[in-house]
C-alpha cells in the first residue's frame, strides 16, 4: 500500500507541476517528458489496480480507477479503467449479495440489474435466506410486502416449519421452569396448542402450590349442611367482599373459579380431599390456603376484616 500512495502522491504533483506551467508560462520545463511521467504514473497505478483486483482488494482497487477515469480522460487507458470499473462494481454487487441477510435490498437489486447471471444469483440468495431464515419477521414480512414473490410457498413452508420448532422449544422451556407465569405467557403465544386443558389445569396446581409456599392465612372450613355423599359434593359459596374473588381446587378434581363483588356460584366436585387456595383482586390482601375434606353439601362464605 505504501506504493500506491506513493503514486497518488507523484499523480498529485504531476498535476501541480503542469498546473503552474501553464499559468506561469514558464520555458524552462521540458512538457514532452513532464506527460511521458504522469503517463507513466497512470499507467503504474492501472497495473496496480489489477493486481488489487486478482487480491479481491475491490474497494482500494476502484479508488485507484476513479481517479484515472475522472482527472485523465485524455489517456488511452482510461478506456480499460473505465471497463474494469465496470467490471468491478458488478463483482462488489456480487459481493454485498452474497454477504447481505436482507431480503428487501435484494429484491431492490433484482429490479435494477440487467445483467441475468447476477440477477440469477440475486434469486438464489433470496431463497437461501429463505431456506436458512431462523426470524419469523422476517418471513411474514416477504410474504406480506409487494414485488419479489418466486420463492412464497417455500416462505410459507419455512414459515410454518419454524413457528412449530419455536412452539417446541416454547413448550420444553415451560416445562423445565415449571411454574405459573411461564404456562400462562405460554398459552398467551400458543392459545390454540392441543393440550390447552391439560396446561390450565397444571397453571391451576402450579397457582395452588406457590400459594402455599408463600405467606397465607388459614383459609376458613366450609359447613356442611347435608347428608354426606363420598361419590359427589355440592358447595354454595358466597363472596362477601368488594372484589373479584379467585377461588382454587386441587385434588380430585382441579378448578378454578372467579365469583364477581358480592355474588355467589355452586360448584359440584368429586368427593375427596383438596387443597383450597382463596386470593382477591386487590393489593395489601394476603391469600387464604388450607385443606378440605369434601364429602357431601357445604357453604362458605368470604369476607374481609382488618386485623
Known sequence: MMRLQFISTVLCLLLFTYSCKNENGLSNFDTEELLKKEQDSVEKLLSVSRVLIEKGEYNSAKNNLTIIVNNFGTYQEVIEANQLLENLNLKLLVKQINKTKDIDSIKIWIKNIVDPDIKNLAEDKI??????????????????????????DLANNRLNQLKEENKEKAYKNA?????????????EEYPNHPNRKQIEDKIIVLEVNEIFDGEYGEIPSSQLVGNKNFKESNIEIKNDTRYTLTLRYSGPEIRKVDISPTGSVKLKLKSGEYRVTASVSAAGVRNFAGKENLNGEYTSTYYITSE
Open 175 to 187: 416445562i423445565a421452569a415449571n411454574d405459573s407465569k411461564t404456562w400462562k405467557r405460554f398459552l
Open 127 to 152: 431463497r437461501e435466506i429463505i431456506v436458512t431464515s431462523e426470524d419469523v419477521d422476517q418471513l411474514e414480512d416477504y410474504l406480506s410486502s409487494n414485488g419479489f414473490k418466486a420463492h412464497q
